[in-house]
């Protein structure tokens, strides 16, 4: 009897209820490069601002031309080379100085 009573609410329940178009809303972004600064590189005065933001002090920029731009700083009671990308703003090596 529960065989016959599953089978009729199957069925019941495929008249019953409606078809409904399946909606599958699907938003892929793909970006290359950074959303930072709108995609341009960032200046040697960002760069700067940014390794504040992580935790460094006493920031200094030694170089800021080419594809990386070099600081010196503090953190941790310690001094650290740091290169930075000009492009995006990642901290790409990070040294202690001796």
Known sequence: MSRWATVFAAIWLALVVPDAPAAAQVNIQINVGSTLNSGRGISCWEGQRMLERRGFRSIRA??????FFNYTGRRNS????IDVQAR???????DRRR
Request: with cysteine; proline share 0%; hydrophobic share 45%.
């Open 62 to 67: 030694l170089d800021c031309r080419g594809r």
């Open 78 to 81: 310690a001094w650290w080379w």
């Open 88 to 94: 995006d703003g990642r901290i790409v090596r990070l």
